[in-house]
């Protein structure tokens, strides 16, 4: 019988049916994008009104398109760490109804590692642990150990903003919409990635797995409106905009490479998982799998639905729920990042 999975950690309201054999009957993602776009960013007390309003109907939606009664549910799985506490909040008291009131298991699970599990859905070959993990979202920049699923050591990661975030400052510099990787991306098609030089922070330091995007992200600002420029200067348009926006993302993917490079030569993984929403990026997927090609190790990129928020991911709760866990109705959710084992 399948699970139930929930994921309402940032602004996306979203609900999977899963079997068992981690087939993913139906996946409902309600995106929150245009409530949160005239900030330019997610609004936290925007975003669990929201959920409150739509947790429902996507759940709802998911079961039917699954064509599951409620009453056929093994378990309820919902993400509870890391993300905004209000909206993971709202998730977990939709999982502890179902769950309560079918008596079936109650299992928690972390984001972070469940972008990470997506590589492992809809994959012909098994993924061979340990591997080397990267995660870039609006949230997260880190990079992993996968001794398995639900067994992450952290390497390294970003010093200052996430590359999702960065992607959605420059987006905002350059004029563009929300969120930004997507609107970048579009903008940069055409563009000379070498027209303009930007700085890749920390991306020659051989002896750190860390990232860094805040100089990259000031930088663009300072071409886009150099120091004294009124403050009403209009945003580029045509070849300038595509040249800034292409030499942006160049500068932002070789940062990501150049550590994922380094982790993969520190570690000696003969894999390379990656998830989040940066990892839609098609130059950056292009990027890693000729790095991948170069190297001569395997690399696991999710299908673009997969790699913005989901609850199919949330599979990896089968991982727990396989080895006996149940959280029960005292689980809670912990908002923070500061985890090794999930
Ligand atoms: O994983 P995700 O959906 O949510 C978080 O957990 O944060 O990631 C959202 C982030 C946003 O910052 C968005 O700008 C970025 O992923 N993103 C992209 C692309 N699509 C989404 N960044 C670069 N290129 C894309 N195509
Ligand atoms: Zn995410």
């Known amino acids: 019988m399948p699970l139930l999975a929930i994921e309402t950690t940032c602004d996306e309201t979203a609900a999977a049916v899963i079997t068992r054999g981690r087939s993913v009957l139906a996946s409902v993602v309600a995106s929150q994008d245009a409530l949160h776009a005239r900030w330019r960013g997610v609004v936290p007390e925007v975003a669990s009104r929201a959920h409150v309003e739509r947790i429902v109907p996507v759940i709802d939606e998911a079961m ?38 079918l008596s079936v298991p109650l299992v928690g699970y972390d984001h972070v590692a469940a972008h990470l599990y997506a590589c492992r859905l809809a994959r012909p070959e098994p993924i061979r642990d340990p591997c080397v993990g990267l995660v870039a979202s609006g949230g997260h920049t880190s990079l992993f150990l996968v001794r398995s699923p639900l067994d992450l050591e952290r390497l390294g990661g970003t010093i200052d903003d996430a590359a999702g975030e960065a992607f959605d400052k420059a987006a905002s510099l350059l004029g563009l919409g929300y969120p930004g990787g997507p609107w970048i991306e579009r903008a940069a098609a055409g563009g000379d990635p070498r027209a303009h030089r930007l700085p890749r922070p920390l991306a020659g330091d ?137």
Not at 262 to 279: D, E, K, P
Not at 317 to 331: K, M, V, Y
Request: proline letters at 6%; one cysteine or more; charged letters at 25%.
């Open 64 to 101: 039917s398109r699954a064509g599951i009664a409620r009453r056929d549910l093994e378990a309820v799985a919902v993400a509870v760490r890391p993300g905004l506490v209000g909206s993971l909040l709202v998730g977990l008291a939709a999982a502890k109804g179902i769950a309560a009131a």
């Open 206 to 342: 051989r002896d750190r797995l860390d990232f860094s995007f805040s100089g990259l992200k000031t930088a663009l600002r300072y071409l886009v409106r150099p120091p004294g420029a009124p403050a009403d200067t209009p945003p580029p348009t045509g070849r300038r905009l595509a040249d800034l926006a292409a030499s942006f993302q160049q500068a932002a993917v070789d940062s990501i490479v150049a550590k994922i490079d380094l982790a993969l030569a520190r570690t000696g993984c003969r894999t390379l998982l990656v998830g989040g929403g940066v990892t839609a990026n098609a130059l950056l997927r292009a990027t890693l799998e000729a790095l991948a090609h170069d190297r001569g190790v395997a690399v696991a990129i999710p299908p673009r639905e997969l790699c913005t928020d989901n609850a199919a991911m949330g599979a990896i709760a089968w991982e727990r729920i396989e080895r006996g866990d149940d959280d029960g109705l005292d689980l809670d959710v912990r908002p923070g990042t500061d985890r090794r084992r999930t």
